[in-house]
């Protein structure tokens, strides 16, 4: 029996957030602290005449005004040096920093960088993704030849526009489509969609004997360290990132934000500078989930069997390469989702523009390469006359299904029992009946990301357990509960006796941030490694104070005791205060990252992700009902099978499934961020970007699926990042449905809904 | 920027007077502190009035009185609105949030004019008259005459919006207000639309009215539709008849929430919607 693990434990944190009392990144200030304001470029692409800054200087409170100049002359970028931390001579995007105002207050700093005149020549600008392919379309990097890979990456296929290109052939598509029974060719649109965390992004640095400390609210402290150093030009090691609590991130706080520029002017001040940037900033600068065109075709026997697939691919990078040129390789992993596929192309192509560049989102590039996958393998079935699911089905994978990477799949059929499980709660045949209603379906594969995480683990004298790591808690509860309820189930004691640290990157290992759903299953697993460790030490300590051996002994309920005699016993306290002055405080250490699973590093040209660990399978259902009046759409259910290995906290499990599937719906019907030709977005407040709301979210029918991976801790798989990559798949299988029209483009509009309900009368 | 809050309306009046066009009356807040934070206006005196006594409440005997700083969530649970002008608490229960209803007021609402006022249209159904106190004295403007362009109305710079006042209730009278927007909540209407029917003992159309906002600078009545339908039986043909009547009387535009086609596109089937309800008051003797 488990002490902790699989049940709803409540957080530590979650008082202190209720009562407002939790210190957030917006709201740590260190005394003497300065403020400081980006001055960012109004339009999207010009080149800088001047930048006047001398009467902002002259407003009273103002400590300094820095530019381009200011800076160390260095390119850096998270997957490629493309990217200046202030534009120098040309601006690329709509809301580019250009210069920074530090100043005694923000409000003076804000007075002050409206003084700052900047002289833009307009240039022409490529606004979209057709442009940027466009026959002699301007050049967003003129000097793109000359960019290197960040430290530690090989380069990849890239030229002009096309930052990065990842291309996969097992050759015989185009002999399949000449001959094929039904040849189906689809094309797909996706919006933008912004991360719309609650905590703005911020930073507070501080610069001390040649050394920098940014405080952080971030997902990634030791990537804000590496990023940080490489856009300075100095050591990693010079730099110091403490994290604090946050309002979110999903992915938009992954990479660097505000850090780079508080640290210089922190330098530059001589004080602390204290950076948040407000909301309208935050929105219209952030690295949003990237616009897309998907081309989907396939060739298809008239029973029903997948014969040639070709997937092309277009993702909107925005001005600087980001992590967008990672997910092109997502495209690899997707083209034939969870589905048997004979012979496949795929070609994904990560575009500069000059807009805002994009970047990680919760479920990145998968929610719409499976929105486009699930639509087309609609369209599929219903050309040749067969159920949706059935169709499905009969396609699925089976255990053992080789990925295009050559990855083998071994507990692939595991899809088939997450079909099952819907239908037993929800009978396919049941959904979607009556006027104006529909039911959608969709499957996918997912991964944990792998990155290494680390932890030391501490018995204190008062039987607590400290629980030493640089893991980031986000808000999911992947710390403060998944790896306190794994560390407290290691040793047998209440999980209120868990203390954890808030992140550090000069006191703790390594940690490859909260993304991915990776931080129960890594972190939890290194804590297993290092409670073996510590364990060891208890029981040789314990064995000297029971006079037994230490194999003899086990550990329950806070105390050791003798297998045999269990009335002998000592608690984990006094094991501790033991061991103080004999030998030493007990503690171990334990690291863990996914080993790659095995396979071809050259299936795919430009494969810059070239592995899906961990892999879970997932299937949702959307039952949905359209107003024929005004096309809205109102989903009446919404269901969810998810294989979780082991729900470490099924309240937190079940809160994850609630909060992705939400972001879905949002990103499947109200939430855009549209590029106007000017490059500038045309939504530009929370106002106009529309979030869903509770009222039109419906609670979500989530059934866990648990088969236990030797991996986890405890069996448990990545869970957080998953649930949202089904859902705009879902919903619009489901409004095509309910319409008897086509769904091509996210999100779904009232008109489009409308539209399609016309052209199904016709 | 100033403030004062006034404690008669006598004096919040004089205070206008004096600060000529520096004043901005505040009521609750949610329209003035935004256009302000945004710069769109620069108020150098902010006039609070909510401490004025008698300006909030609603009161009824055959006609309603609507006290302007009643709030929208008052409004959404008066009985008193509920039995004799539903549409005027549908449209109060669907600004903004539960926070916005609870601070935002009808005064506020039908003074600030934009044009896609929720409670407005409803008002214009209803045949309300709007109540102005100024340094001479006080003044009625009737119906549609309030609302003159787009956020302008009426009110001279140096009145106050004292009343709204529902004229009394016709019987086998009742409306409705719908309002398109894609979310439940938190929506400016991108289209809003109130009908009002008084039905003879057959079913025969005796008075109808219907008003629009969001598809115009101001809100707006649809006289081309009313005619319409006024003694029609509402068989289909005269429904559809208003419907077209209705999207040739407006001219609405593309903005950030929807496309003028769009807009125009679900009107007519929003008119029918709205007159099946309002009939089905009618029949019931309610609203
Ligand atoms: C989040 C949010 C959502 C919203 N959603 C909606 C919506 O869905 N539908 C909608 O219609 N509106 C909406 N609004 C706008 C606003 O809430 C309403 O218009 C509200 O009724 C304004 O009332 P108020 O008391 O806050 O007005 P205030 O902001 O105090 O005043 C508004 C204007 O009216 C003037 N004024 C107020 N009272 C008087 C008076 N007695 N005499 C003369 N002038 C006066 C003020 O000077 C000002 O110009 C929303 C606002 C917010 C912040």
Redesign the interface.
């Known amino acids: 029996m488990t002490v902790s693990v699989g049940r709803s434990v409540v957080r530590q944190d979650a008082d202190p957030k209720v009562r407002g009392q939790a210190v957030f990144g917006v709201d740590f200030e260190l005394s003497g602290s300065l403020h400081a304001v980006l001055v960012r470029s109004p339009i999207a692409s010009g080149r800088i005449r001047s930048v006047e800054t001398s009467s902002a200087a002259a407003v009273p409170g103002v400590r300094l005004v820095a530019t381009a100049a200011d800076a160390p002359r260095i390119l850096s970028g998270l997957a490629l040096a493309d990217q200046p931390l202030f534009a120098g001579d040309v601006v690329r995007y709509e809301g580019e920093p250009i210069a920074a105002v530090v100043a005694d207050t923000v409000t003076i700093a804000r007075a002050a960088a409206a003084r700052v005149v900047v002289d833009i020549e307009p240039l022409p600008v490529v606004a979209s993704l057709s442009a940027a392919v466009a026959p002699g379309a301007p050049l967003v990097h003129a000097d793109w030849s000359t960019y290197r890979p960040s430290p530690g990456l090989p380069d990849w296929p890239r030229h002009d526009n096309v930052v990065g290109e990842m291309r996969f052939d097992s050759g015989g598509v185009d002999d399949v489509f000449s001959t094929a029974d039904v040849v189906i060719e689809d094309v797909y649109t996706a919006d933008r969609q912004y991360q719309a965390y609650l905590e703005p992004k911020s930073a507070t640095a501080v610069y001390e004997a040649g050394r920098y400390t940014i405080h952080a609210a971030h997902q990634y402290h030791f990537n804000v360290r590496d990023r940080t150093a490489a856009a300075l030009g100095i050591l990693p090691s010079r730099v110091r990132v403490i994290g604090h609590h946050m309002g979110g991130g999903f992915g938009a706080k992954l990479d660097v934000g505000l850090e780079p520029y508080a640290a210089l002017l922190a330098r530059l001040a001589g004080a602390p500078v204290k950076m948040v940037n407000d909301r309208v900033e935050d929105l219209l600068s952030c690295n949003s989930r990237e616009n897309a065109i998907i081309r989907v075709r396939s060739g298809v026997t008239r029973n029903g069997r997948i014969l040639a697939r070709e997937f092309l691919v277009d993702m909107d990078a925005g001005a600087y390469a980001g992590d967008t040129v990672f997910l092109t390789s997502i495209a690899l992993f997707v083209a034939e989702g969870p589905y048997s596929v004979d012979r496949t192309r795929v070609v994904a192509r990560a575009l500069y523009t000059n807009t805002a560049p994009t970047g990680a989102f919760r479920g990145v590039s998968g929610t719409y390469l499976y929105f486009a996958l699930e639509r087309h393998t609609d369209n599929l079935a219903n050309a040749l006359g067969m159920d949706r699911r059935d169709f499905r089905i009969r396609n699925a994978i089976d255990a053992g299904h080789t990925m295009l990477n050559g990855q083998v799949l071994e507990d692939s059929d595991l899809l088939r029992a997450a079909f099952d499980a819907i239908d037993e709660v929800a009978p396919w045949e049941t959904l979607g009946r009556g006027p104006n209603r529909g039911v959608g379906i969709a499957a996918t594969v997912w991964l944990t990301n792998p990155m290494p995480g680390a932890v030391t683990l501490r018995l204190e004298p008062d039987g607590s357990l400290g629980v030493v790591t640089g893991a980031a808690e986000i808000g999911t509860g992947a710390v403060a509960l998944g790896v306190r309820q794994v560390a407290a189930e290691e040793l047998g004691i209440d999980p209120d006796l868990v203390v954890l640290t808030m992140p550090d990157t000069d006191a703790h290992a390594y940690d490859g941030g909260a993304q991915g759903s990776r931080t129960t299953h890594i972190v939890g697993r290194a804590v297993q490694h290092a409670a073996a460790g510590l364990r060891e030490r208890i029981f040789g300590q314990a064995a000297k104070l029971l006079d037994s051996g230490a194999d003899e002994l086990e550990i329950t309920d806070g105390r050791v005791r003798m297998v045999s005699d269990p009335q002998r016993t000592v608690t984990l306290g006094q094991v501790a205060g033991a061991a103080m002055f004999d030998g030493g405080p007990i503690i171990s250490s334990g690291s863990y990252a996914t080993p790659a699973p095995k396979h071809d590093p050259d299936a795919a040209t430009g494969l810059l992700f070239a592995t899906f660990p961990t892999p879970t399978y997932h299937v949702h259902v959307a039952e949905v009902e359209v107003d024929p009046v005004t096309g809205r759409v109102t989903v009446l259910r919404y269901l969810v099978a998810q294989e979780v290995g082991r729900a470490i906290n099924p309240a937190g499990v079940m809160g994850q499934i609630q909060g992705g599937v939400t972001q879905g719906l949002g990103y499947a019907l109200w939430e855009t961020l549209q590029i106007g030709d000017d490059g500038r977005y045309r939504q530009r407040s929370l106002e106009a970007y529309k979030l869903p709301i509770a009222l039109d979210v419906p609670r979500v029918e989530a059934i866990l699926l648990e088969h236990p991976a030797d991996a986890g801790p405890y069996g448990a798989k990545g869970v957080a990042e998953p649930p949202i990559v089904p859902v705009a798949a879902a919903i619009a299988n489901a409004v095509a449905d309910a319409t008897g029209g086509s769904i091509v483009r996210l999100p779904i509009t009232p008109d489009d809904v409308l539209n399609a309900l016309e052209s199904s009368k016709e | 920027m100033e403030f004062t809050s006034a404690a008669s309306v006598e004096e919040a009046t004089a205070l206008l007077v004096e600060y000529g066009t520096a004043a901005q009356i505040l009521a609750g807040g949610t329209d003035v502190m935004l256009q302000q934070a945004r710069g769109e206006i620069s108020a150098g005196v902010l006039i609070h009035i909510g401490r004025i006594p008698g300006l909030v409440g609603i009161t009824g005997n055959g006609s309603v009185r609507i006290g302007p700083l009643t709030t929208h969530r008052s409004l959404a649970r008066s009985r008193l609105v509920l039995m004799t002008a539903p549409a005027l608490a549908e449209a109060a229960a669907t600004v903004g ?1 539960w926070q916005t209803q609870a601070v935002g007021t009808i005064g506020g609402n039908v003074c600030n004019a934009s044009p896609a006022a929720d409670t407005a249209a409803p008002l214009l159904v209803a045949g309300a008259s709007f109540e102005l106190t100024g340094p001479r004295g006080t003044r009625t403007v009737v119906g549609d005459s309030f609302f003159i362009g787009r956020r302008q109305t009426a009110r001279a710079t140096d009145e106050i919006l004292t009343a709204i006042v529902l004229p009394h209730h016709p019987e086998r009278t009742g409306d409705a207000y719908l309002k ?1 927007g ?5 929506e ?1 209407a991108v289209v809003g639309l109130a009908a009002r029917l008084t039905l003879d003992v057959d079913g025969t159309v005796e008075g109808a009215r219907i008003a629009a906002c969001s598809v115009a600078p101001t809100p707006m009545r649809i006289a081309e539709a009313e005619e319409i339908l006024q003694g029609s039986r509402m068989e289909s043909e005269a429904i559809a008849a208003a419907g077209e009547a209705l999207t040739r009387a407006v001219s609405p535009i593309d903005d ?4 003028a ?2 807009r125009t ?2 009107l007519p ?2 008119l ?2 709205a007159l099946g309800v309002a009939a089905a008051r009618a029949e019931r003797g309610v609203g």
Not at chain 2, 256 to 259: D, G, L, P, Q, V
């Open positions: 949030g398109v894609r979310r439940s909540a938190m400016v950030a929430r929807a496309t086609a769009y596109r679900v089937g929003l029918a919607r």
